[in-house]
Every structure is written in structure tokens, then in C-alpha cells.
């Protein structure tokens, strides 16, 4: 897949579990959908390799300052804030957005390989 058609194919799944599933599935599908739609994003510009380290990074980053408060007080006044932010630290989530930048280079390099 291109990663202009990924975008919003993958903000939409990102959207679509949190809405319509539930528990620890949809919890952390979404912390990896949320790095695979970083991998997407800056897939456009980097090799497969350091966009999915740049978008695990970005994603660390994301959480390590959720220990600050800052996101939390900012979710607390917007949804688009609590999206993008999250609110709280959850050590797991580290975990996750590897399996997301991964799965964001799998599929960029698969499709890439089969239609060039």
C-alpha cells in the first residue's frame, strides 16, 4: 500500500476499534494503529527502517510525557487533545507501538514489492 492510500485507511481502523470494540483488544489496537499511522505519515519522506523508528520515537515520546500531567489536563478539555495526547502513562503501550511501526512497515514494504 502506498502510504498516501494508508493514512486514512489506517486512522480509519484507529477509529473505528476504539468506537466499536471494547476491553484490552481495542485498547491496544489502537496504541498500534496510532504508530502505524505515524509509520504512514512519515513513511512518505524515510526509508521503511527509520520511519518505523521515528514513529516508535515519536510514540515514546507521546507517553513518557503523559508522566508529565500536561496531556491529562489537556484531554480534559478536548477530545482531539485526548486522541493525540492521550492522558495517562501506561508502560504496556511501549510494547504496542513497536508491534505498530512494524506492522506499518510490513505493509508499506509488501505492497510496495508487489506492484513495483
Known amino acids: ?11 480509519a481502523l484507529g477509529l473505528g476499534v476504539r468506537a466499536f470494540a471494547s476491553g484490552d483488544f481495542a485498547k491496544y489496537a489502537g496504541v498500534a494503529l496510532y504508530t502505524t499511522l505515524i509509520y504512514a505519515l512519515v513513511s512518505f519522506w524515510l526509508r521503511p527502517l527509520w520511519a518505523a523508528v521515528v514513529a516508535t520515537g515519536f510514540s515514546w515520546a507521546v507517553e513518557f510525557f503523559q508522566l508529565t500531567g500536561i496531556p491529562a489536563e489537556l484531554s480534559a478539555r478536548s477530545g482531539l487533545a485526548h486522541l493525540v495526547l492521550g492522558s495517562t502513562f501506561n508502560a504496556p503501550d511501549l510494547f504496542w507501538y513497536v508491534v505498530g511501526a512494524g506492522l506499518g512497515a510490513l505493509i508499506v514494504r509488501r505492497r510496495t514489492a508487489t506492484t513495483v
Open 1 to 11: 500500500m502506498r502510504p498516501w492510500l494508508a493514512v486514512p485507511v489506517v486512522l
